[in-house]
């Protein structure tokens, strides 16, 4: 079954309820968003000949275009390669050559940025960019009815970080997507017709794959005016609105409860709160709860099982007579009703409760492998489970409590920074000898990036403002250290690894330069 039959059957029930919105103002019903991603996707496979199974990028800040480019790429059985916005151009070029991408979505405030880095890369890549005449001619273009596609084809193709520094492209087939939709009703939120989406975080990630099950129900779908996350915007349209639901990383939920609690503002126009890219401090969701009321769920998914690992739901949150209850708001929850997960030791056996090991889960939301990537594909899944890399612990009752993560990587404002990524750039500056990249606690952004640098010998002049200028220069702005740490040499074992704990012990003793 092709994803996009959730659109066309919402399409056929009800064309005349309202399906995009930007702020308050209606912009397409469902028969009218249907109608547009049914001609763009006559124009993709008609007039550009693309094929099914051919890759089509969007690299688009939030818009009302991204929607009807993403239903429209799959209403034509194509996949879909979703580009986080933030990305630096560079990353996003990098993406385009290793999908093989036919064509490019983009928005304008991205196109100048990536035609530079592309000018001379091969071929020249077709380019969509929403307002301009060809994009006009497209969703004007002769329909074509949903392409038909198996379950197990690929859908979406999601390029996450790896530790090699190289991201990696996670497949996920329409099977693995309907999963997550169905564990999503089952687990996060039963979702009813009445019930509006609201976009603020990147429709790249999990704010876009939580499309699907507002587009089963024919949800309204709201775009900020902003097109990104604003507080008080989000305020203002919960109490015009109302009944607003929003997935965002932990640092966006506490800047929205601050939000709330400094304006006084009646709650209620919130109905549901999703939260993930990693867990709530206890102290914040505590006070989240106090300002805001239950209507928080957490989920605990990766790329290669998107959302859909663990969840905590809000019965669970708001239950203080639960003698369990604090040790029970600081896990990510029980694991969702499609998949297993396990806590296993290096072998693989499980472990008993309380026991540390590594979280690893399998079931119908799992992807098929990385794109071609056997060996990294074969490293990670293994006797059909997927090792995440995250280590925790599960007590009697099902709660998976994360302790560390065995990949080292940094979640900052809900992104994954994997540190070999930036201590690779930083290498490749002249004066740099040897970094190490390690993540410390940041009450706003979850962790911030640290970098400790040994310089070399005959560097003069080297520090935070120049390195800070080199990365900002190749990646993207938030992946980039927030502090350096310029030492003599770097804490190793005998061996000579490097010894990361080492590292963050440092961080309490000595000052931020």
């Known amino acids: 079954m092709n994803l996009a039959q959730l659109l066309a059957r919402s399409a056929r029930t009800f064309p005349e309820r309202p399906a995009v919105m930007v702020g308050t103002r209606p912009l397409h019903t469902y028969a009218g968003l249907a109608a547009r991603a049914a001609r763009l996707a006559g124009f993709l496979r008609r007039n550009l000949r693309l094929e099914a199974g051919d890759r089509v990028a969007i690299y688009m800040s939030n818009c009302p275009e991204y929607l009807e480019c993403l239903y429209g790429m799959l209403w034509a059985g194509l996949v879909a390669v979703p580009i986080n916005a933030k990305l630096h151009p560079r990353e996003a070029s990098y993406i385009l ?71 990696k492209g996670v497949m996920l087939s329409h099977r693995n997507l309907l999963a997550m939709t169905s564990c999503f009703f089952m687990d996060v939120d039963p979702v009813a017709e009445e019930d509006v989406a609201v976009y603020a975080a990147p429709l790249s990630h999990g704010a876009g794959l939580y499309s699907f099950p507002y587009v089963l129900r024919a949800c309204r779908h709201v775009i900020p005016e902003s097109g990104r996350f604003e507080p008080d915007e989000l305020i203002a349209l919960a109490g015009r609105i109302g009944r607003l639901a929003m997935f965002a990383a932990p640092n966006m939920m506490k800047r929205l409860v601050a939000g709330v609690k400094h304006a006084g503002t009646d709650p209620s126009g919130f109905r549901t709160l999703i939260y993930g890219g990693g867990p709530m401090y206890a102290e914040d969701i505590i006070e989240a709860l106090e300002v805001m009321g239950p209507r928080f769920v957490q989920i605990y998914g990766q790329g290669e099982s998107p959302m859909t690992i663990t ?4 019965a669970v949150l708001a239950d203080r007579s639960e003698p369990t209850w604090a040790s029970r708001i600081a896990s990510v929850g029980v694991a969702q009703s499609l998949v297993e997960v396990r806590i296993v030791d290096a072998e693989g056996r499980p472990l008993a409760n309380g026991e540390v090991g590594e979280v690893v889960v399998r079931g119908e ?66 004066a740099v000898r040897e970094v190490s990249v390690v993540g410390r606690r940041d009450p706003e952004w979850g962790e911030v990036v640290v970098a400790f640098v040994v310089a070399e010998s005959d560097a003069t002049g080297l520090g935070a403002d120049e390195l800070d200028r080199y990365c900002l220069e190749r990646i993207s702005r938030f992946k980039r250290p927030k502090d350096y740490r310029f030492v003599d040499e770097l804490p190793k074992n005998n061996y000579g690894k490097v010894l990361k704990t080492a590292l963050r012990n440092l961080l309490d003793d000595a000052p931020a330069l």
């Open 365 to 430: 939301t799992v992807m098929s492998g990385y794109w071609r990537l056997p060996e990294a594909s074969a490293a990670v899944l293994r006797d059909g489970w997927l090792w995440t890399g995250d280590m925790g612990t599960m007590d009697s009752h099902g709660f998976v409590t994360l302790k560390d993560r065995s990949k080292d990587v940094i979640i900052s404002g809900g992104s994954n920074i994997y540190p070999r990524e930036v201590e690779e750039l930083l290498l490749s500056h002249p």
């Open 97 to 167: 050559a290793d999908a093989g991408a036919r064509l490019a979505c983009v928005s304008r405030d991205l196109a100048d940025g990536l035609g530079a880095c592309l000018a001379g890369e091969g071929p020249e890549l077709p380019v969509l960019m929403p307002g301009d005449s060809l994009y006009i001619y497209a969703v004007s273009a002769l329909a074509i009815p949903v392409q038909e596609r198996a379950p197990d084809d690929l859908a979406w193709l999601f390029y996450t970080s790896g530790t090699t520094g190289k991201p």
């Open 311 to 314: 969840a905590l739901s809000r």
